[in-house]
């Protein structure tokens, strides 16, 4: 995973919710670059918004924060996990993850 700053100067982590068969189920974190927590949270709902799922998922939880090379060096420590980029998956990829 290659973290660009000029894509924003944090990433964020989030994790979305959405029901299936009644019961509240949460994504596993995607990871987000942003400027500050509002951009992150409209491109999250901007991808959301895309991918025609507005009205059945939403944003559970968006973490602090992480500065780009923080969080690069956490990822080659192994002290953090490698979560995708949610604007790197496909169409496809993404109903997979959801169970659609």
Request: one cysteine or more; proline letters at 5%; glycine letters at 6%.
């Amino acid at each position: 995973m290659f973290l660009d700053p000029q894509e924003g100067l944090y990433v964020f982590e989030v994790a979305l919710g959405f029901n299936i068969d009644g019961e509240k189920q949460y994504t596993t974190p995607y990871l987000v670059q942003a400027d500050d927590l509002e951009e992150a949270e409209e491109k999250v709902l901007e991808c959301i918004d895309d991918l025609d799922f507005d009205q059945v998922i939403w944003i559970e939880e968006i973490s602090e924060p992480f500065d780009i090379e923080e969080y690069t060096q956490h990822l080659e420590d192994g002290d953090a996990e490698p979560f995708p980029m949610l604007g790197e998956l496909t169409e496809e990829e993404f109903r997979d993850l959801l169970g659609y």
